[in-house]
């Protein structure tokens, strides 16, 4: 009786000191993800808090912000952009996403001008991408869209973002799915075998959230896709350098119509705006994930968000795991920031839709001097891109509000030289130049609307200057 007394003590005390390890394991632990599983449900069986939150990224948030509303057009809300587009996909329809899993649905449904570019335009879109890249090689990126579509199965057509574009399915460790980045990291002597977690829950982001040109033969077929980096390094990839790569390598992909001259075009660049001199939260050692997905309970379980959201969405919750101030105060630092970037934004877009309206005159007079016209064209391309590099990121500035503001007080300056040059050479050829303002802009753009798509008068204006004027 006393060895059977001292045998029950014996294990009552180590199931104490164990705790939960005398329960069974739970039916998720026992879950294998196979290698290269893409469907997310998989995954959320194993992780079913994960994919909970992560099917939120399918609800539909308005009007969350004083720039931003899910799926709300992104022209008419800044009318220039219409004179800035004119000649390209963009200036036909250009909306903001309704979230990471419906980016599909989302390309799917847009106008047929914005995939002419052909397969490449799915490299950020779908999962199967990395897969297609090596399947069809070159083929990949010149091949009709609709083509390449097909050659993802049926019912995973309209999916969107999910598990495996950032997680290894065996170890749930993060990692890069995209060779573009790859590429583009070494580019800037940065070794992709050497990340931290750190800077990979920045990078798993910058696999699309970031600036992106698409090579073409002398046919106008796609032929890769590349991340125009290498004249920056890593924590400095500059508008500068990025201009002078579009200029040096030929990085021309559409015709702009106003000024009669091929253009580049800028992209999204959340991580290069975010990562550059300027940046207080880059400077902190903050991640993309930090903010767009915060810690969250569910349960007894801590997990990171898996909606990827900004933190004007939810209260501003994520800011306030580092800063003691309440969601107002937070909130209004946010505003202060992007009402004044925005007013930069304004002012330097309807400069850059003037010079090209002033250029357009220019160009139809036949004795205009060619040379002069020449000139400000170029001042007008270098301007378009610091305008548009700001214009496309998604955080109207706040990423970084000082180079937000420096990059639009330049193209301000060469807006106003390209259309000093065009008046110029206007008035040499003994001709009236036009004036343009603000409103007269906007009738413009009104009135070349063809109706079906472009200038949406429904739509809220957020093109403003503090000054009101």
């Known amino acids: 009786m006393r060895t059977m007394m001292y045998c029950t003590m014996f294990v009552w005390i180590a199931l104490s000191m164990t705790g939960c390890s ?49 799926n709300q057009c992104r022209l008419s809300p800044w009318p220039f952009q219409f004179v800035l587009f004119d000649g390209w996909g963009f200036g036909v329809e250009y909306n903001e996403p309704n979230g990471h ?18 397969g490449v335009c799915l490299t950020c879109k779908t999962p199967y991408a990395p897969e297609l890249r090596k399947k069809l090689d070159i083929d990949y990126f010149r091949k009709p869209y609709d083509e390449v579509l097909n050659e993802i199965p049926e019912k995973h057509r309209t999916m969107g973002l999910v598990c495996i574009d950032c997680h290894d399915p065996a170890t749930m460790d993060l990692r890069i799915s995209r060779q573009t980045l790859i590429e583009s990291l070494k580019a800037i002597g940065k070794d992709p075998e050497k990340l931290t977690r750190q800077e990979k829950r920045s990078l798993v982001c910058a696999q699309c959230h970031v600036d992106y040109s698409i090579p073409k033969d002398k046919d106008g077929k796609s032929i890769a896709l590349v991340f125009p980096w290498k004249n920056g390094k890593w924590g400095n990839i500059t508008i500068e350098a990025v201009i002078k790569q579009i200029r040096d390598e030929g990085l021309k992909e559409w015709k702009h119509k106003p000024t009669d001259q091929k253009l580049g075009h800028l992209r999204h660049p959340e991580f290069e705006l975010f990562s550059s001199p300027g940046s207080v939260h880059w400077a902190a050692g903050v991640a993309c994930a930090d903010c767009h997905m915060p810690y969250e309970r569910v349960g007894r379980e801590k997990i990171s968000s898996h909606r990827w959201e900004s933190p004007l969405k939810n209260d501003m919750k994520a800011c306030m795991q580092c800063h003691t101030q309440d969601a107002k105060w937070l909130k209004d630092q946010v505003y202060n920031i992007q009402d004044r970037v925005n007013h930069m934004f304004t002012k330097a877009g309807y400069t850059l839709a003037s010079a ?54 330049d193209a301000l300056d060469l807006g106003h030289q390209a259309e000093a040059l065009a008046r110029e050479a206007i008035l ?36 403003a200057l503090m000054s009101g004027k």
Request: proline content about 5%; some cysteine.
């Open 356 to 409: 090209a309206l002033t250029l357009e005159a220019a160009v139809k007079i036949p004795k205009a001097d060619n040379a002069t016209i020449e000139k400000a064209k170029a001042l007008y391309a270098e301007a378009y891109y610091r305008c548009t590099w700001i214009g496309a990121e998604n955080s109207m500035g706040f990423h970084n509000p000082t180079e937000s503001l420096r990059v639009l007080g």
């Open 428 to 463: 040499k050829a003994s001709a009236t130049p036009p004036e343009f303002d603000m409103a007269q802009i906007d009738k413009i753009v009104a009135e070349r609307s063809d109706g079906k798509t472009g200038f949406k008068a429904d739509v809220k204006k957020r093109a």
């Open 22 to 70: 005398g329960e069974p394991k739970s039916v998720a632990s026992a879950i294998i993800i196979p290698d290269g599983e893409k469907d997310p449900a998989v995954w959320g069986r194993k992780f079913p808090n994960h994919y909970d939150s992560y099917l939120k990224n399918s609800e539909k948030t308005k009007d969350y912000s004083k720039y931003k509303s899910d």
């Open 101 to 118: 899993t419906e980016m599909m649905k989302d390309q799917r449904d847009i106008d047929s001008s914005r995939k002419k570019a052909g």
